[in-house]
């Protein structure tokens, strides 16, 4: 069965560190791109990046970021331990939401995103 | 950056009613790249719908897909209890790949 785990629930202070996990399993995890979408308490989804966990050719990045999203987080990934990450430097009160990653799902013609992990609730106070 | 609109923000239905979601962007999605998931409380959104119109694996066949271009539609035929949650379409034609504000349907 093909499963995202995401790590636990994190409290942080405004300015802190942190990063996040997402462990793929079931499935190839090098062939299909990861992505990060954020969920404000009581809104909607935010397509936030995605990352090519494969070998990317010369010339071409393998991330891609939302340009709202750009410069506030990093996006990476350890394909040894098929595990990606979502990391920021300086937290934000407003950073406060579920951080989800899903699979970008490929069977010839892109399909989407699935499946999803289990979501990690990060809350920024003081 | 593309910008998707949802409508309604809420539709009431009662179990056995059709319902229509609608999804409008702001320039055309090129392929019909367009995608439906549905999110239940407390739980990580689920696909439906890619392609516009092509139901993902084990996704039952009350839920259909149509339109092209800028304008797209979820429909569900028949409401099962089940059905009632927060719908969002996504598109991912050109990057950024933006997702619609939601629509939820909630039981009347």
């Known amino acids: 069965e093909v499963q995202l785990a995401q790590s636990g629930a994190e409290v942080k202070k405004p300015g802190d560190s942190l990063k996040i996990s997402c462990k793929g399993s079931?499935?190839?995890?090098?062939?299909?791109?990861i992505g990060w979408v954020r969920q404000m308490p009581g809104r909607g989804l935010d397509w936030m990046g995605i990352?090519?966990?494969?070998?990317?050719?010369?010339?071409?990045?393998?991330?891609v970021y939302s340009p709202s999203f750009k410069d506030q987080v990093t996006i990476s990934v350890d394909k040894s331990i098929s595990t990606a990450y979502l990391h920021w430097s300086s937290l934000k009160a407003s950073d406060t939401a579920t951080y989800y990653c899903?699979?970008?799902?490929?069977?010839?013609?892109?399909?989407?995103?699935?499946?999803w992990g289990q979501g990690t609730l990060v809350t920024v106070s003081s | 950056e593309i910008v998707l609109t949802q409508s309604p923000g809420t539709l009431s239905l009662s179990p056995g009613e059709r319902a229509t979601l609608s999804c409008r962007a702001s320039q055309s999605i090129s392929n019909s790249y367009l995608i439906w998931y549905q999110q239940k409380s407390g739980q990580a959104p689920r696909l439906l719908i890619y392609g516009a119109s092509r139901r993902a694996t084990g996704i039952p066949d009350r839920f259909s897909g149509s339109g092209s271009a800028t304008d797209f539609t979820l429909t569900i035929a028949r409401l099962e209890p089940e059905d009632f949650a927060v719908y969002y379409c996504?598109?991912?034609?050109?990057?950024?790949?933006?997702f619609g504000q939601g629509t939820k349907l909630e039981m009347k």
């Open positions: 899903a699979r970008w799902f490929v069977r010839g013609d892109p399909i989407g995103f699935d499946p």
């Open positions: 990352i090519f966990p494969g070998d990317h050719y010369p010339g071409q990045s393998n991330v």
């Open positions: 996504q598109q991912h034609g050109s990057s950024p790949y933006t």
């Open positions: 079931g499935y190839r995890f090098s062939d299909y791109w």
